[in-house]
């Protein structure tokens, strides 16, 4: 059975700091991997998608790597701001084995906090 | 940009009582799915639906748990007789039918509280 495991489970930095978000899976059979931003009591933000033949994604100032045969990927987010402070989800999405179909399986996610 | 959408934002009810969660998916999306997220605890997958009905669900989506896609544009999430361990974040999520590596969009959640 899959299981996506993020460390830290809580993160403080001062603002301007580069940081690693970090997420592990057990089993390498996966579709792709979503990072998500979730702010208090709100939605799922997608971030990036990595597909499983992809190393790497990048928007502004987040990268995420994937290592899909070690079961890790990692949300590198530069010059950290007050504004990035939320929770980040790490989601694989595996396949259904009865049909077409895949589903996520979520982390409990890495709580940031920017400190101005 | 297109977003999916959910109502209510957040919904009160007595224990025993049918709840309808609504969802209104992005507009040229085919595969549609509801998750729930209990307080502090991991997001979960209750059921993905394709093509007018369910292709997969989870232990948690028992016989007290149904989905319908009454229209062209709703996708609901109904819990015929709610318990007070419902109370959760409902996520509606929607992708595209183009590959099976697709990416989920969520909407912001509705959250249930179960008294």
């Known amino acids: 059975k899959q299981e996506v495991t993020q460390i830290p489970a809580a993160l403080s930095v001062p603002e301007g700091e580069n940081l690693v978000l970090n997420c592990s899976f057990t089993d390498s059979a996966i579709y792709n991997l979503q990072w998500f931003r979730q702010d208090p009591g709100k939605g799922l933000t997608s971030l990036l998608l990595i597909q499983s033949s992809q190393r790497e994604q990048t928007s502004g100032r987040l990268n995420a790597s994937l290592d899909k045969s070690s079961g890790r990927s990692t949300l590198y987010i530069a010059a950290s701001q007050p504004g990035d402070s939320a929770t980040y989800l790490c989601?694989?999405?595996?396949?259904?084995?009865?049909?077409?179909?895949?589903?996520?399986?979520f982390g409990k996610g890495t709580k940031l906090s920017v400190k101005p | 940009e297109p977003e999916v959408t959910q109502t209510p934002s957040h919904q009160v009810t007595q224990m025993g009582q049918e709840v309808i969660l609504r969802c209104v998916p992005i507009?040229?999306?085919?595969?549609f799915y509801w998750y729930r997220q209990i307080l502090g605890q991991k997001v979960e997958f209750l059921v993905s639906?394709?093509?007018?009905?369910?292709?997969?669900k989870s232990e948690i989506f028992d016989d007290q748990f149904s989905v319908e896609r009454p229209d062209g544009s709703n996708f609901t999430l109904k819990i015929r007789s709610t318990k007070l361990e419902d109370s959760a974040m409902y996520f509606c999520?929607?992708?595209?039918?183009?590959?099976?590596?697709?990416?989920?969009?969520f909407g912001e959640g509705s959250r249930l509280t179960v008294l």
């Open positions: 999520a929607s992708r595209t039918g183009i590959s099976n590596t697709g990416e989920l969009f």
């Open positions: 507009s040229n999306h085919l595969y």
């Open positions: 639906f394709y093509n007018n009905e369910i292709s997969e």
């Open positions: 989601a694989v999405r595996i396949p259904n084995y009865g049909g077409s179909q895949g589903n996520l399986i």
